[in-house]
């Protein structure tokens, strides 16, 4: 790791905006729109050719030219202005807080490794014989209550779900969102 007195870095890599400028080959976006960007860098954002192998199996984390807004030294959300490329930009539809937009990071990872673990394990799963009785999420920041949350609200989870933090005002946001 590099020391930020070093290389200083820009932090923010959930990212929620209004866009200013566009690029002259940008047909599907509109200086004014609200948007959340995917930080991420890839084959694709960058125009690399031929295209990594992990880049055009959706696991573009995992890519060989890999560089995140906010994390690896490419300035991040908390900088006044980002350029970012159109293919890791998502319109925001609707009258969404900017503040909640940003949110869609995390809540992403949360998705993909739900559906990971959905596509990796077969012999316990969330419904039949041998389905998952309990839940323990370790953490009760961001990413462990929108866990609690997807797994309560979307997934219709009833089993206990166990939320282990140190922090007492955690624990009890965690308990209003469901925990046991």
């Excluded at 539809?93 to 995390?106: K, M, Y």
């Amino acid at each position: 790791s590099i020391p930020l007195r070093q290389q200083p870095q820009t932090l923010g890599h959930e990212i929620s905006g209004v866009i200013e400028e566009v690029g002259s080959e940008v047909r599907d976006l509109k200086v004014g729109e609200r948007v959340v960007l995917d930080q991420g860098l890839n084959c694709f954002a960058l125009r690399k050719e031929p295209i990594w192998e992990f880049c055009a199996s959706g696991d573009s984390h995992q890519c060989l030219h890999y560089q995140e807004h906010g994390i690896t030294g490419i300035a991040g959300g908390f900088a006044q202005y980002i350029a970012m490329a159109a293919v890791n930009t998502i319109r925001i539809e609707g009258d969404l807080p900017r503040v909640q937009a940003a949110l869609t990071e995390p809540l992403g990872c949360v998705l993909h490794a739900v559906e990971f673990a959905d596509r990796a394990y077969t012999r316990y799963t969330f419904t039949g014989q041998q389905r998952i009785r309990n839940i323990l999420i370790l953490g009760a920041g961001t990413a462990g209550l929108l866990f609690l949350q997807y797994f309560r609200n979307v997934r219709q989870f009833d089993g206990q779900i166990l939320v282990a933090d140190l922090n007492a005002h955690k624990l009890k946001l965690a308990e209003a969102f469901g925990a046991t």
